[in-house]
């Protein structure tokens, strides 16, 4: 069965530094990834995707995250974080082309410091 | 366009009582689904429908209870309300499109307090 580990309850950085969320996935064939962000008091909506093109995926809100194969990671960056980008931040994994079957890590919390 | 719009926003409950919360979309969403959010434990799938008159269960369908008769409407029902279901419930849809490709669209949420 698959399954996603978000490494990290809670990520804190100063604004302007480099932001790394950490998500590792165990799946025995290649998965679909997904990164959703939940704002203060509202739903979660989708940052970025992996759909098995490019590795490299950009994302909403200068976010990007890489499909490591060999790490079995899919870590969401960002190269200098915005007091706006403090949410709550979740990965997800599916083995099936179907909404059903999405597995939604733990989350985690980012602060931003100003 | 309003998306996917869940009510009431805050429900507190007794013990034993009953209830619904309904969920509607305006995008003509084949696929909707009812999650729970707790602390540190992300979001578990309640119940599914993938078009109306077919609904399934997900990962923690105990003491809930959904139907379809419309595309728009997605209502789930606490029978008969425990403090274990004290959560945060969103309500979540899909195109065919977006269903094959894991995009979701959210409601912004309702949360139940079960005393």
């Known amino acids: 069965a698959q399954s996603v580990t978000q490494l990290g309850s809670h990520v804190s950085v100063s604004e302007g530094a480099l932001v790394l969320l950490r998500c590792n996935y165990s799946s025995s064939v290649p998965p679909y990834l997904f990164w959703y962000v939940q704002y203060p008091n509202q739903g979660l909506q989708l940052l970025l995707k992996?759909?098995?093109?490019?590795?490299l995926v950009k994302g909403i809100n200068g976010f990007e995250a890489e499909f490591k194969k060999s790490e079995t990671s899919f870590h969401l960056t960002k190269p200098s974080a915005h007091m706006s980008d403090a949410a709550e931040y979740f990965c997800a994994v599916s083995l099936y082309s179907s909404a059903s079957k999405i597995i939604f890590g733990s989350g985690t919390r980012l602060s931003i410091r100003p | 366009n309003a998306g996917v719009t869940q009510t009431p926003k805050f429900q507190v409950l007794k013990t034993g009582q009953s209830m619904t919360l309904q969920c509607a979309q305006d995008?003509?969403?084949?696929?909707m689904s009812w999650y729970r959010q707790d602390p540190g434990m992300g979001l578990r799938l309640i119940h599914y429908s993938v078009g109306a008159g077919i609904t399934d269960q997900g990962e923690v369908p105990n003491g809930y209870n959904v139907s379809r008769s419309t595309t728009e409407d997605f209502p789930l029902r606490l029978l008969s309300a425990a403090p274990s279901q004290t959560s945060v419930y969103f309500c979540a849809s899909s195109s065919p499109g977006g269903a094959n490709t894991g995009e979701l669209f959210f409601g912004e949420g309702s949360r139940l307090t079960v005393l």
């Open positions: 992996y759909t098995s093109a490019a590795t």
């Open positions: 995008m003509n969403h084949e696929y």
